[in-house]
């Protein structure tokens, strides 16, 4: 085959972007790896080691032949009935252990979701500034993003009269996430609600990502849309996992709660893709969500102290405006003042965050995801989950970089 054949390849995939904070972390890894000196704050992953109990209930399950084989494809019978426990205890709601499928961490749940909602042409209302996957699975599926901003006068929170203006004939779901990535914003309970009441008067499915439900700060507390608005439960598709809240990203553990006919429906889909999550993982996942949340309680005591330092940091670095969050481990700073004007020693100039993010990366050597990864030109998110020392390096490379 010549490379004008390999090149030919499906529309579908040609049209979807490469994930975004994902290609600032593999840019900053590979410097590393030449031997500069990156300080990186694109992943959105916990520095954290997994806690002991749940690395050493993985490492009984790998002794134990039952874990060397097949499970059900939706997991196994009692992480599902674990996740359904958990459930109730922290959204506050039944749901039965039927409704529950596991899936390869949180973004196969994100992708399937998608895959069972949507034919060709229908819409999606996706609240900007948005998860930089939600739109790309979506188009995968064959459907249509419909980005509706807020910005940061507006706390990144969205406006129910915004989201019905953007509803037309094909709308067929809405994204609801909070704790926000990128954004760190936690939607109040009044928008929580208004979205689930209008879902359910106009037939909307809601696809909630609570993911970040247990990151929360200065006293702020997740609402559940299941649990403030009961009669959108039919039509409501909960995405979750145990990669932020157990420190957990490299055990690809998530899952969807999802009405029993839709979950078949998932089961269905899953059994072709991938068959079961990985047994050991599952165990691990187990003992995470079976137990108590004293580990994410120590985890957010330290994010806690690295959100106000960052947020401090970034405001004393002229032309930078950046509010402080009260969820998830994310700092969404504006830097449009910077755009147009000459940066660093070199005097370069970006005219996009993109380009900003590119110059800061090779001339600063601080990693950040630009804004329009999520829908928000003149934005920069940083991930504040890595070390006090390097938190507060990078923040000086930034500001020396400026000048």
């Known amino acids: 085959m010549t490379m004008a054949d390999w090149q030919n390849l499906s529309d579908r995939v040609n049209n979807v972007a490469p994930s975004a904070t994902l290609a600032v972390d593999s ?4 410097m590393k790896a030449q031997g500069i000196d990156i300080v990186a704050y694109g992943a959105g992953e916990p520095n954290f080691p997994t806690p002991d109990y749940i690395v050493d209930a993985a490492a009984a399950a ?5 874990n060397h084989r097949y499970t059900p494809t939706a997991g196994l019978p009692e992480l599902r009935e674990a996740i359904a426990r958990k459930t109730l205890r922290d959204s506050g709601y039944e749901v039965s252990p039927d409704q529950v499928v596991v899936t390869n961490g949180g973004k196969q749940s994100v992708y399937e979701v998608f895959q069972l909602l949507l034919n060709p042409g229908d819409e999606v209302i996706i609240p900007a500034p948005y998860w930089t996957s939600y739109p790309e699975v979506v188009k995968l599926a064959g459907g249509t993003p419909v980005p509706v901003f807020s910005g940061a006068e507006q706390g990144f929170e969205p406006d129910i009269d915004k989201i019905e203006a953007a509803r037309t004939a094909r709308t067929k779901a809405i994204i609801v996430t909070s704790p926000s990535n990128p954004t760190g914003a936690v939607w109040s309970r009044e928008t929580i609600k208004a979205i689930g009441q209008w879902a359910v008067e106009h037939h909307v499915w ?20 299941g649990a403030e608005v009961p009669e959108v439960r039919n039509q409501l598709l909960v995405l979750n996992g145990v990669a932020k809240t157990y420190a957990m990203t490299g055990w690809r553990v998530g899952w969807t709660i999802a009405p029993p ?19 050991v993982s599952q165990r ?10 004293s580990a994410v309680a ?18 004393e670095i002229p032309g930078v405006h950046c509010p402080m969050p009260t969820g998830a481990f994310y700092a969404f700073a504006n830097i449009e003042e910077l755009l147009g004007k000459p940066l660093g020693a070199n005097g370069s100039v970006a005219h996009s965050s993109q380009e900003f993010a590119a110059l800061l990366l090779d001339e600063g ?12 030109p003149g934005y920069l998110r940083f991930s504040y989950a890595l070390s006090d020392e390097d938190l507060a ?7 020396e970089w400026i000048g």
């Open 261 to 279: 006919e839709v979950a078949k429906a998932q089961i269905k889909l899953q059994s072709h893709m991938t068959s079961n999550v990985a047994n």
């Open 206 to 225: 809601v696809v909630s990502d609570e993911i970040y439900e247990h990151l929360n700060y200065d006293g702020v507390k997740t609402a559940y849309v």
């Open 393 to 399: 390096k990078g923040m000086r490379y930034f500001k």
């Open 62 to 66: 790998c002794r134990d032949p039952k």
């Open 27 to 30: 840019k900053a890894k590979a």
């Open 298 to 315: 120590a985890m957010r005591e330290a994010f806690d102290k690295r959100r106000r330092a960052i947020v401090a940091a970034l405001n």
């Open 284 to 293: 691990a996942a187990l003992a995470a969500v079976a137990g108590d949340l």
């Open 365 to 376: 050597h601080v990693a950040a995801v630009p804004g329009e990864a999520f829908g928000a």
